[in-house]
């Protein structure tokens, strides 16, 4: 790589006008797509493999509940649509990312990337919005199977609820992938990152929401989830869907997620230059 070219903190977040990003957007989509559909065998299996832990979170959860028996505040048929939506959010949420950076920086695939005059990240939200995509059309028949398969509980969702889900979504797909691409960049400092990767998804299962819904969590977990990013990207999705967050506490989740937002993008930037000063000292 040329230390020379790549001894600066980055491209810049902002140096291209709305309309030349449109265009870039919409060409590495399609180019994104295209590949996506060509190795759609791969992309099929990936979304099958993810069908196993709600299926069997369902499983035990009924299990637990039992059929006339309530879990914090769920019923059997309750759990089922809770892990069928939240399989669905997660979904929409997920990124790999955290896996892929040690490969970039070990083979030195940042390099190509830096030299560009876009921001990587671009490339990144690119890449996994269109993956989100194409695997929808998988995940969400699903989700409606699992519903009906288990015997699910949607008397509580309405048509306002599912459009207050709306921005909660979005918020949540913009939270988790600030997060996960900051902590991604920890590759640039440590040359394994698989057990930090672990340590966090394990950690993100149960503060998420994930692995149960948090009002069956006991009280100090669930304080400790509600004061982390983690319910705020993906449990509170599924809880407005639900109709178990509703008024004032769906504005509170979204002054929430903005927040977690901001905080993030500061994080970003502050690790990212420091990232790629490390990356080009490295490489020269």
Do not use: C
């Amino acid at each position: 790589m040329s230390g020379q070219l790549l001894r600066r903190d980055g491209p810049d977040f902002a140096r291209f006008s709305p309309r030349v990003l449109a265009q870039y957007y919409r060409g590495e989509f399609a180019a994104a797509t295209a590949v996506n559909l060509a190795y759609r065998g791969s992309v099929i299996i990936w979304l099958v493999t993810g069908l196993i832990q709600p299926i069997v979170l369902i499983i035990v959860w009924r299990t637990v509940a039992g059929p006339t028996g309530v879990v914090g505040g769920y019923t059997a048929d309750r759990f089922v649509s809770y892990f069928a939506i939240m399989m669905l959010v997660d979904h929409l949420t997920f990124i790999w990312l955290m896996w892929e950076f040690e490969w970039r920086v070990r083979e030195g695939q940042f390099s190509p990337l830096l030299l560009r005059p876009i921001h990587p990240i671009h490339k990144d939200i690119i890449a996994t919005t269109s993956y989100k995509v194409v695997g929808l059309a998988a995940v969400l028949p699903a989700a409606v199977i699992m519903i009906i398969a288990f015997g699910g509980d949607l008397g509580g969702i309405t048509v306002g609820r599912l459009l207050a889900a709306v921005p909660a979504l979005v918020g949540a797909m913009v939270l988790r992938f600030i997060l996960e691409w900051v902590l991604a960049l920890s590759a640039f400092w440590l040359t394994k990152v698989s057990a930090l990767n672990n340590l966090y998804f394990s950690i993100r299962t149960f503060l998420s929401g994930g692995f149960a819904p948090l009002s069956v969590l006991p009280g100090v977990v669930a304080t400790i989830a509600t004061w982390s990013p983690f319910p705020w990207s993906q449990a509170f999705v599924v809880n407005v869907v639900m109709g178990e967050t509703t008024g004032s506490d769906v504005l509170i989740g979204y002054a929430a997620q903005a927040g977690w937002i901001v905080v993030m993008l500061v994080v970003l930037r502050f690790v990212w230059s420091r990232a790629v000063r490390r990356y080009s000292a490295v490489g020269t």
